[in-house]
């Protein structure tokens, strides 16, 4: 497998003269990062995607000539590799079905595993149909109902979660309490609930460019209303900003602050 | 003492009545260990007393007692279940409607405990958050700490609740991994599951 996948990277890698990437730990023609993420043998969460971006311009630039067919393979590995990124930062906004194919693509690589799979498999699956029986024979008898059973049941997991829990409610009751009722008299509770006209989102995109236009600010800061009409105004003005070319953002770190500047 | 020990051969003596009334007021099973410490007496003598109790039920009462999580449960006779279910809706509260996905994650856990959601996904080949999620809604998973490796994941552990619900008197009431693989789950299985996923108000990720 892996010298076949070598043999076609290198014919690859003659046929597209030699653009390599060049990502922290990872040096090596893009295909091979593809498939590297994609067999989960690299973590897509650790990719620097604005700089593979940066460096195919560069190479775009130095390299001068380019086919239509090199540029497309481009964006076909690179939107490969932002989809797996964005599988691994937000694993629950993936849906059932891809899930299901998910760990059919990557799970049963070949027959016998699977088998073997089934096999250690079987008895918690008839552990679920002995349990289901159990559950159902049980189920004939009822017990006394106490005034405490109807009192909901709480679980807040260990001491790591529960501490913080506690910091993150405190954050937001300093926060509520510095910025008083001010909030509320925002001339923003004139917006209707419909969609937002193109009025406001202007009006937002030039207020936001003139805080921007001072300093850098974090997406944190920008998007810190609490109102949503305001969340939603800003975040629409920021796409249009970012389609436009009138802002960069920047993400420095996985997980970091998203910085957004006036270009 | 003679006279009281002659009570007990005729089945309703003292230490029986006393058992029983404190059954009676008790929403959650209670051990033998727990009456004979109120009662001052053995634990021989509860598991006796409960025993006398249950066969006189048997013979010409409406209950039962069940023996769940290491303790005694009153509970209304299995062969009454459509009547009271009938008679009062809050006792259909009781039940806790699981999907062939939740039950299966569940046998994962009773049976690995502690372990943690790769580990379940490793034996189910399918992610499992969102079943592990809705089993600790329904209180009969919770989490034991972390797992002292790379990332520190949380460790799964089955509640008294499941055992309860489950009508087991203790995890090692369940039979072995070994004895499951010859389980036949054609007749036991089919009709709990189609039972199980009519009810079913989750929405399972791996299914």
């Known amino acids: 497998m892996t010298e076949q996948f070598e043999a076609v990277s290198k014919n690859e890698k003659e046929d597209r003269r030699g653009f390599e990437v060049q990502l922290g730990a990872f040096s090596g023609p893009l295909d091979l990062l593809c498939h590297l993420v994609e067999s989960r043998e690299m973590d897509p969460a650790q990719l620097n995607l604005t700089e593979l971006v940066s460096q195919y311009v560069r190479f775009l630039v130095n390299s001068k000539r380019t086919t239509l067919n090199e540029m497309a393979e481009f964006f076909s590995f690179a939107s490969r590799l932002l989809l797996r990124k964005v599988h691994s930062l937000f694993p629950a906004q993936r849906d059932a079905a891809e899930d299901e194919d998910l760990a059919d693509e990557d799970m049963y690589t070949d027959e016998e595993e699977l088998m073997r799979m089934l096999e250690i498999f079987r008895p918690y699956r008839n552990g679920a149909g002995y349990l289901a029986a159990i559950q159902k ?8 109902i106490a005034d405490e059973e109807s009192t ?29 009722d001010c909030c509320e008299e925002s001339i923003w509770d004139d917006i209707p609930d419909a969609i937002p006209e193109e009025r406001q989102v202007e009006q937002r995109m030039e207020e936001l460019l003139r805080s921007i236009r001072k300093k850098e600010l974090s997406l944190r800061d920008l998007l810190e209303e609490r109102n ?17 070319g009138m802002v960069r953002i920047t993400q420095s770190e996985t997980l970091g602050d998203v910085l957004v500047a006036a270009v | 003492m003679q006279q009281f020990d002659e009570n007990e051969k005729n089945g309703m003596g003292l230490l029986e009545r006393q058992v029983e009334a404190m059954l009676f007021v008790s929403p959650q099973p209670v051990s033998s260990l727990e009456i004979a410490s109120y009662l001052g007496v053995s634990q021989t003598r509860v598991d006796d007393a409960v025993k006398t109790l249950k066969d006189t039920y048997a013979r010409s009462h409406g209950l039962t007692i069940l023996y769940l999580a290491g303790g005694w449960q009153m509970a209304t006779s299995p062969d009454l279940a459509e009547t009271i279910e009938a008679f009062s809706n809050s006792v259909s509260m009781q039940k806790v409607r699981l999907s062939k996905a939740a039950l299966e994650t569940l046998s994962v856990i009773a049976y690995n405990q502690p372990v943690t959601r790769s580990e379940i996904e490793d034996i189910r080949s399918v992610r499992c958050d969102r079943v592990v999620d809705t089993l600790m809604k329904h209180g009969l998973v919770r989490i034991a700490g972390r797992k002292k490796s790379v990332g520190s994941p949380l460790l799964f552990r089955t509640t008294d609740r499941f055992l309860e619900i489950f009508g087991l008197a203790g995890i090692n009431s369940l039979p072995t991994l070994e004895e499951l693989k010859d389980y036949k789950t054609e007749e036991t299985a089919s009709d709990p599951f189609e039972r199980a996923e009519n009810g079913t108000e989750e929405d399972d990720n791996d299914e």
């Open chain 1, 152 to 180: 909901p049941f709480y679980d807040l997991g260990d001491l790591y979660g529960l501490a913080s829990l506690w910091w993150q409610m405190l954050d937001r009751y300093n926060e509520k309490r510095n910025l008083g």
């Open chain 1, 137 to 144: 024979e049980r189920e004939c008898s009822f017990i006394r």
């Open chain 1, 228 to 244: 949503k009409k305001i969340l939603i105004v800003t975040l629409l003005a920021l796409l249009e900003m970012s389609r436009l």
